[in-house]
């Protein structure tokens, strides 16, 4: 998975450089600083028995100076590592318009409306392509 980044509002550095490991991205994440707060404010109810006392050696997920990009793809990485499925973690980070959706059936609605109560959504506008490298998708 590879994109050519043109740097549009930031000044080009190779920090900012894709590629990522899991995402190639275009756009903007308006919520960043408010999703890495919730991120950080969350690690305190993480547990792992596998880890134990070393998953505070996971932390943080994201770094201050960290592009957008870099903090959504360490984001999907943590969800995708620790055990949830691709699609399910993008759906968790990137959920479809929900609420109020009357066309969206019962179940997949209840899914996001779990999920909400877990995570906020990283919001754009922004396109998002991703992989593990098996699978590969993209959402708006």
Request: with cysteine; net charge negative.
């Amino acid at each position: 998975l590879v994109h050519q980044r043109f740097s549009t509002n930031t000044f080009p550095s190779w920090k900012l450089a894709h590629p990522y490991r899991m995402v190639a991205h275009n756009g903007e994440i308006n919520t960043v600083r408010g999703n890495n707060n919730w991120m950080a404010a969350r690690q305190a109810s993480v547990d792992s028995e596998l880890f134990g006392n070393n998953i505070s050696k996971l932390w943080p997920i994201s770094y201050d100076g960290q592009s957008d990009t870099a903090c959504f793809d360490n984001a999907l990485e943590f969800l995708f590592q620790g055990g949830y499925s691709l699609s399910h973690a993008m759906m968790m980070l990137i959920p479809e318009a929900w609420a109020g959706n009357k066309l969206m059936d019962a179940d997949r609605k209840a899914f996001y409306e779990y999920h909400a109560a877990l995570m906020e959504p990283w919001d754009g506008p922004a396109a998002v392509a991703f992989t593990d490298g098996r699978q590969i998708g993209a959402t708006l």
